[in-house]
Every structure is written in structure tokens, then in C-alpha cells.
């Protein structure tokens, strides 16, 4: 019996031994009382709600028609409301007169602070060159907004100042629970700088300045967070520049936009706790100290259209299930361009140049990649396990142009280019140098191994795994008989071995797997001679 | 297989007397499928209450939007499904409250009257690997090894093609191997294969 039939036997015996026979019988009685008590919805209800679902092909279940004609209403008549309740809000701000804040004391107010104290909801502050060294603090909303040159209009964070509630650090501006617009400001504070709890306020213009408290490790630990957007706020920063800083860092629930903003010299995005989401678009990243931008936790988040480069770390990674449209991107120079760990993002026209490592690497996702250009990178699309769909990507002049592996089952269509005649030289390459060491170790091994088992079923795995991104690549139809002969090759060894694997002989598994190998050699060499006319 | 034909006819006119709007038609079909469901779901959620809490839900789910059922013959996938992903809902919302996954350990004193120490052993070990899977792929091993559906069943039921279904069979499969080599099958299981 082999391995993987008699896991699976010992596994099915196991769930049934450990899966409770019975249902308590309070559940069972809870159920039908309960059902006592309300009626089925009507059929035309039950259709929109519950989702489609086919058996054998044939729709079993709901009403795909219905569903998303509903939604789509649905979303209009929200969108009509959105559109009605801003116009309100924006007459509600009307306001009076600017309050003017000048340390030199021409203005109502000499400190930022007095101001906000003074301020009424929908009041607008404008603050004047100087440095005020203060921890302000905005708990309504207001306009805040600096009157000259934004470099000379510094807010600069007390080092024994007040600290957050929320990040527990001093900081130079703390909105709370706010739906303030603030501008033109420069925020100097190591590490932090701009604490956001809650509320959905505008940040443009803005110097962010953390005078190089920078962060190099793999994830910015929290100390570091520069600018930390928390407590379920969809704060918006645009145009504004961060530097020097550790993280921009989104936290618990919050979803932030982050828009058009350039960061340099070591800041970097990064989200720090489940249930946050993020737009992030048309940022400009460099240099950033660890990853440009890191992702976990379910999101939803959308990274359409920035430009990252010499990232020390990945351009961009996404991790721990995360719903992820990843869209535009250019990365370029970087340890590695877009990593996706146990997710399934839908990564779309990325740009993705001339990074040490991998452009794009896949670990056990079933999203999709689609329409992205990688070149220059050590290797181009790795799909390490899982079942993405891989459509329409051009990946030439990489190390590797397409890597299959550890078991992966991407659905990869003849829309994309891999330059098939790089990529297959550099396959049978990585191939016959993965083959070698188990033929040395067949020739020392002798009679007396008893591993050889393992190793087996190793090789079958592996033969199926090479014959998968065989098959996947974009190969001109004049080498489809070698193909077919190789792949074919391959599947025998693999029957053969798993018939062999059933045999009680340890000496016929030995036979097996040298007959085997032989075989595959001579494949190899077959469809080596094949490609060689094509690669000249 | 003429009980079997017999039960599927009975289970075909319970459902559309269900869909009429028989609530005693339903209780008999809570009745028939209630045991297996929570089996389900424990399975899944690694905790009885919160199982509970799924099947309840689930069977409620299933008696609102009964009328959604266009062929009956699909009604214990369609459960399956919705049990699942009840499943689901029950574990998300639990990682919403921050809580710590619970881990149900067997009661030794009530299975050691009637198992072997070896069976305790191997029962131990499974509910150590069970619980080590990712929730998706728990989903995967009970559809396909408690219920001993065929892939394409599980693939409708989760809404997933087959190729992922296979995939995850094949990367839980992979992880349990992984897991057995550091606490291997019980030799008397090992000694059939290579002798």
C-alpha cells in the first residue's frame, strides 16, 4: 500500500472515530422551534439572496440573473445617496473668518493649540511660518491649513510631550474621532509624527518628517510607525511628501487612502492588524528601509498605479489571506517585486523590472496574475504551489522566464509570452541539475538503501510537477509531437511507480526506478534535439 | 441499493413538501441530517458549541431560503454547503473578538473502556493534525474523507473549481505527511506496504 493511500485510509478512520455520532438533542429540538416560528421567504426573495450554486453543471440552486441585477441597484441607489449626503455636509461647513496663528504674536493666537481650542465646528485656522513645538490635538472639525511655505511651517513633537491613546507615543498632530481637513503643514517628530484615531479627515500638502528614524528589518515593528492611521479611520493623505520616516502604518479596521504622496529614504506602507483595507494609488516609493508597501489580514485593498524602486525588501507583498487588486504598479531595482503568501489577489498589469530576485512569486494562492510585463529579474513568475490563473503576462529575459512548482495547478492559458525557447532551455537545465544527485545517489546507494521508497514517490511527484510547466509553456505547434512524446514519457514513469509503489518487492521498486529514469533521460534528450533548431 | 433509491424518493418529497411550506416535511429532514451535520462542523470548528452554533444556523438558513432549491436531489449538497459555510462565518467572527482557537481534546476516561492504547494514540494524533490545518483545508479533508464525496461534489459545495480542490487535498495531505514523519503511523499499519 502506498504512502498516500494509506494516510488518507488512516485519516478517513480517524475523522470518523474522533467526529461525534450524535447531536445534542437541545439543538436538534432549538431547531425545529425555531423554525415553528417563521415562515420560508418568498421564492423570489430566496433567489436574490441565496448564491447560485451547480451541481453536475446544472444550476441546483438561486438565480445568477437575479442576484446581480439586484446588486446593481442596489449600488446605484447607494451611490445616489452618497452623492446627496456630501452636498449636505458641504453646506454645513460654511464658516466666518480664518483664525490666524503667528508665534510672533500679529495673529489671534500664538500656539496651535489655543487656536484648536478656541475653534468652533467648521472654522478654518491658518497658521503662519515658525516652528511651534506642540502636540496638538483635533477633536472637531476644522480646517487647518499653513499660510507660506510649507517647509517653513513646522509642527514639531514635544520629546516629553502627551502621548496618544492610541499608539502610546508623543506625536506633533493628533486627530481624533475627526473629520478635519488639515494642509500644508510640516510634521517633525522621531519616531512618530501624525497619530490618526478614527473619524475620516483630509491630510494634503503635508511634509511628514521623521529626521531618519528609519526601520530596516523585515517588518517594521511598531515603535516605528511614523504615521499610524487606527481605530477604524478612512483618512485620506495625498500629495504630501514622508521622509526619513519609519512606517506608514494602518491598523485595527481602519481604511485609509493614500494617494499621489511621494516617501523616500527608508519609509515604507505597512498593515499591522486584521480587518484593515487600504487605497493606495500613484504613491511614489523609494528606497524604502524594509518592503515598499506590506499587506496581511483580509482587507479589501486596491494598489493600483505606484512606482517603486530600490525597495530593500519586496516591492510589494501580500500575505495571510488577503483580498488584494494590485493593479499598474511599476517596481523596479528592488530585492523582489510582488510576493503573494495564502492569498488570492488579482494582480494586473504591473510593470516589474530588473529586481535581484523574483518579479513575481505566488506561495499557494488561487488568484490571478494577468497582463503584467517582468523582465531583467532573476526569475521572472514563480508559482510555488496553489492554482492561480496566469493569462496574458509577457515574462522574457528573466533567469527563469516561468516557474512551476511544489505542486502547483495554475490555470496558465496560451495568452501569455515566455519567450518558450529560454524558458524550456532553462528548465531541462534546472531539471537534468536536480536529476543528477539522485543518480549519483542510486549508484552509491546499492542494494541496502532502504529509502528508496520515499525517494519514489518524490520522483513522481516531481515528474508530474515537470510535466505540468512542460505542457503550460507557449511552445510553436511544429514541437507539439516531441511534446506530447515527452509529457507522455511522464506520465508512464509515474503510473509505473505507482503500480510499482503496490508491490510488497522492495527489489521491483529498484528495477522500476532505474527503467524510469532511463526513460527520462532519453525524453530529455529527445526534446532537447527538438527545441536546439529553435534557440539558434 | 433499493433502501438507498428508497431513501433518495422520501428525501425528493420531504424537500418539495418543504418548499411548499410543511414545516413538519422540514423537521423530518432536520431529523435526518442534523447527527452528520454537527459531525461536520466539529470537525471543522474544533469546538462543539461553536458547531452547535453553525448548524443552527445553517438548518434556519436552509428553512428561509428553501424556495431558492431548484432541484431537489441537490438538498444535502446544498446543506453541506451551507453548513460549511456557516463554519466559516462562526470561525471569522471569532477571529474578529481576538479569541484563541480552541483545541478539543479527546476525554481519555470516556473512550478508554472500550479503545486500545494504540487507538487512543492514533485518535490523539489526529485531532493534533486536524486541528494544525488551515480552516480551508480542514473544509477539503472532511467533505472529501468524513463524507467520502467525489472531488467534483466538494468543488460545487465550496464553490471552487476542481483543480483547487485537489490542490488543497494536496497541500493538507502534504502538511499531515509532514506532520506523520515526526509521529509516524502506528507500525502495525507500516508493516503491510514493504515487507
Known amino acids: 500500500m502506498s504512502d498516500d493511500i494509506r494516510l488518507e485510509r488512516f485519516f478517513e478512520d480517524g475523522l470518523h472515530d474522533i467526529a461525534p455520532s450524535h447531536a445534542p438533542d437541545r439543538l436538534r429540538t432549538s431547531i425545529i422551534s425555531e423554525t415553528r416560528a417563521v415562515r420560508p421567504r418568498p421564492r423570489w426573495l430566496a433567489l436574490i439572496k441565496e448564491p447560485p450554486m451547480r451541481t453536475n453543471s446544472r444550476l441546483a440552486v438561486g438565480s445568477p440573473t437575479w442576484r446581480v441585477a439586484v446588486i446593481m441597484a442596489a449600488t446605484l441607489l447607494a451611490a445616489l445617496m452618497l452623492a446627496g449626503a456630501a452636498f449636505s455636509g458641504a453646506q454645513l461647513l460654511a464658516k466666518d473668518g480664518p483664525i490666524i496663528v503667528d508665534r510672533s504674536g500679529a495673529g489671534t493666537y500664538t500656539t496651535i493649540s489655543e487656536a484648536v481650542a478656541a475653534a468652533e465646528e467648521g472654522d478654518e485656522i491658518l497658521v503662519r511660518p515658525g516652528t511651534y513645538t506642540e502636540a496638538v490635538e483635533i477633536d472637531k472639525t476644522i480646517t487647518l491649513r499653513g499660510d507660506g511655505p510649507v517647509e517653513d511651517i513646522v509642527i514639531a513633537a514635544p520629546e516629553d510631550g502627551p502621548r496618544s491613546a492610541l499608539a502610546g507615543r508623543p506625536y506633533a498632530l493628533l486627530l481624533v474621532e475627526s473629520n478635519a481637513q488639515v494642509s500644508a503643514l510640516t510634521l517633525r517628530g522621531q519616531p512618530s509624527q501624525l497619530h490618526i484615531d478614527g473619524g475620516t479627515p483630509g491630510l494634503s500638502g503635508m511634509i511628514l518628517d521623521g529626521t531618519g528614524d528609519v526601520y530596516a528589518g523585515d517588518s517594521s515593528p511598531m515603535p516605528h510607525d511614523s504615521v499610524y492611521f487606527g481605530n477604524g479611520t478612512k483618512a485620506e493623505l495625498r500629495d504630501s511628501e514622508v521622509i526619513a520616516s519609519g512606517s506608514i502604518a494602518i491598523h485595527g479596521f481602519s481604511e485609509p487612502v493614500i494617494v499621489d504622496n511621494i516617501l523616500r529614504d527608508g519609509t515604507n506602507i505597512y498593515v499591522k492588524a486584521p480587518g484593515a483595507g487600504a487605497l493606495i494609488t500613484g504613491n511614489s516609493i523609494t528606497d524604502s528601509a524594509s518592503r515598499a508597501i506590506g499587506i496581511w489580514g483580509p482587507g479589501p485593498f486596491t494598489i493600483r498605479g505606484n512606482t517603486i524602486e530600490r525597495a530593500n525588501g519586496e516591492g510589494i507583498g501580500v500575505n495571510s489571506a488577503s483580498i488584494a487588486h494590485i493593479e499598474g504598479n511599476t517596481i523596479r531595482d528592488s530585492q523582489s517585486g510582488i510576493s503573494i503568501s495564502g492569498s488570492d489577489p488579482t494582480v494586473t498589469a504591473n510593470v516589474i523590472t530588473d529586481n535581484d530576485t523574483v518579479g513575481i512569486i505566488s506561495f499557494g494562492g488561487d488568484g490571478v496574475i494577468d497582463d503584467n510585463a517582468v523582465s531583467g529579474n532573476s526569475s521572472g513568475i514563480l508559482i510555488s504551489g496553489g492554482s492561480p490563473v496566469v493569462s496574458g503576462n509577457t515574462a522574457c529575459d528573466n533567469g527563469m522566464n516561468i516557474t512551476i512548482s511544489n505542486g502547483a495547478t495554475p490555470d496558465v492559458d496560451d495568452t501569455n509570452d515566455f519567450c518558450w525557447d529560454q524558458t524550456l532551455t532553462a528548465v531541462i537545465a534546472d531539471y537534468e541539475e536536480r536529476l543528477q544527485p539522485i543518480l549519483q545517489a542510486d549508484a552509491a546507494a546499492g542494494d541496502d538503501s532502504t529509502a528508496r521508497g520515499v525517494v519514489y514517490l518524490d520522483q513522481a511527484d516531481w515528474a508530474d510537477e515537470l510535466a505540468v510547466a512542460v505542457e503550460e509553456l507557449d511552445l510553436p505547434s511544429r514541437y507539439q509531437a516531441e511534446v506530447d512524446e515527452f509529457v507522455t514519457a511522464h506520465h508512464a514513469y509515474a503510473e509505473s511507480m505507482r503500480a510499482r509503489s503496490d508491490s510488497p518487492s522492495l527489489g521491483s521498486l529498484r528495477e522500476a526506478s532505474f527503467e524510469a529514469l532511463a526513460l527520462r533521460q532519453e525524453t530529455l534528450k529527445a526534446l532537447e534535439t527538438a527545441v536546439a533548431p529553435a534557440t539558434e | ?195
Open chain 2, 1 to 195: 441499493m433499493r433502501r438507498a433509491e428508497a431513501v433518495a424518493r422520501m428525501t425528493r418529497e420531504l424537500v418539495r413538501r418543504a418548499i411548499e411550506g410543511d414545516r413538519d416535511a422540514f423537521s423530518s429532514l432536520v431529523d435526518a441530517s442534523v447527527d452528520r451535520l454537527y459531525a461536520v462542523a466539529t470537525l471543522i470548528l474544533r469546538d462543539p458549541d461553536r458547531a452547535q452554533d453553525a448548524v443552527q444556523e445553517a438548518l434556519m438558513s436552509a428553512w428561509k431560503d428553501v424556495r431558492a432549491l431548484r432541484d431537489p436531489d441537490a438538498w444535502d449538497a446544498w446543506l453541506h454547503r451551507i453548513t460549511v459555510w456557516a463554519c466559516y462565518r462562526a470561525a471569522k467572527k471569532d477571529r474578529r473578538r481576538n479569541r484563541v482557537e480552541l483545541r478539543v481534546v479527546p476525554d481519555p476516561a470516556a473512550s478508554r473502556t472500550f479503545d486500545s492504547a494504540d487507538a487512543l494514540a492514533d485518535r490523539d494524533l489526529v485531532e493534533r493534525q486536524l486541528n494544525d490545518l488551515p480552516l480551508d483545508h480542514r473544509a477539503v479533508i472532511v467533505l472529501r474523507f468524513y463524507l467520502d464525496l467525489p472531488l467534483d461534489e466538494v468543488g460545487d459545495i465550496l464553490d471552487i473549481p476542481v483543480g483547487t480542490v485537489k490542490s488543497r487535498l494536496y497541500r493538507a495531505l502534504a502538511s499531515l505527511r509532514e506532520s506523520m514523519a515526526e509521529s509516524p503511523i502506528p507500525v502495525d499499519d507500516v508493516k503491510d506496504g514493504t515487507a
